[in-house]
Nanobody, 121 residues
Framework: QVQLVESGGGLVQPGGSLRLSCAASGSILSIYSMGWYRQAPGKQRDWVAGITSGGITKYVDSVKGRFTISRDNAKNTVDLQMNSLKFEDAAVYYC???????????????WGQGTQVTVSS
């Protein structure tokens, strides 16, 4: 069984920084793309940033230049460095990973439990 566990959320003032981390564990054969999504109260879950196994990154326009996604393939982790945070960045942030398991070679998308990011003065 595969599990994604996030950490690093919290309360920050506008203009501040936070670093989110996500670690995948379990019966993992391969991890393909990894990414971060966010969901604000009353809104749908939106994609924020993604990174391929080869390190190619993409971002939603609203976070370009402020957020940086990175991964450590040896540790099965993905991080999101968030700088110059704005009120509108406040949300629950979810880690996502496309993973192939040893068991049956099944390939599925997995989600973390979410971590709250609050931006407040």
């Amino acid at each position: 069984q595969v599990q994604l566990v996030e950490s690093g959320g919290g309360l920050v003032q506008p203009g501040g920084s936070l670093r989110l981390s996500c670690a995948a564990s379990g019966s993992i054969l391969s991890i393909y793309s990894m990414g971060w999504y966010r969901q604000a109260p009353g809104k749908q879950r939106d994609w924020v940033a993604g990174i391929t196994s080869g390190g190619i990154t993409k971002y939603v326009d609203s976070v370009k230049g402020r957020f940086t996604i990175s991964r450590d393939n040896a540790k099965n982790t993905v991080d999101l460095q968030m700088n110059s945070l704005k009120f509108e960045d406040a949300a629950v942030y979810y880690c996502n990973a496309d993973i192939r398991e040893y068991s049956g070679y099944a390939r599925s998308a997995y989600w973390g439990q979410g971590t709250q990011v609050t931006v407040s003065s």
